[in-house]
């Protein structure tokens, strides 16, 4: 079972057809019937039932249709997560003396984590050697 089978699937169980699946995926319907066809093979139930020029997803379908939801959601989730932003980001370390690190410095890391919303800030006071 990969991805590509598991979008394949859910395309045909939201569509009802092979033939409105492949159009909305831009592939042949043949390459669409053989790669349910080993889906049902790996898994060993049937996945839907053919009525008519239609398809009726079965009760183990409808189990695999909410996996299969699920799984490709995430993928989604983490490829997004993982594309590179086009805002500003990393992080911010500031050494500070003690009296500006109790009083303006958290209102502007304040301000500043606001505006750069993949940015990380840390701070530290401390005594220093320049």
């Known amino acids: ?7 394949m699937f859910k395309t045909v169980a939201e569509q009802g057809s092979i033939a409105r699946a492949s159009e909305r995926l831009h592939c042949v319907p043949s390459n669409i019937t ?18 008519g020029r239609g398809l009726v997803i079965t009760p183990s379908g409808e189990i695999l249709l ?7 959601t995430y993928c989604q989730e983490a490829r997004r997560a993982l594309e590179p932003s086009s805002e500003p ?3 911010l370390r500031i050494g500070a003396i003690e009296s500006a690190a109790t009083g303006r410095l958290p209102m502007v890391l304040s301000k500043f984590h606001q505006n750069i919303l993949q940015s990380r ?5 401390g005594h220093g050697n320049s």
């Open 1 to 7: 079972m990969d991805l590509s089978q598991l979008k």
């Open 34 to 51: 053989n790669r349910i066809k080993l889906l049902e093979t790996e898994l060993g139930v049937s996945l839907f039932i053919r009525k």
């Open 66 to 72: 909410e996996y299969a939801s699920k799984i490709l």
């Open 89 to 91: 980001g990393g992080i």
């Open 121 to 125: 800030c840390s701070s530290a006071q």
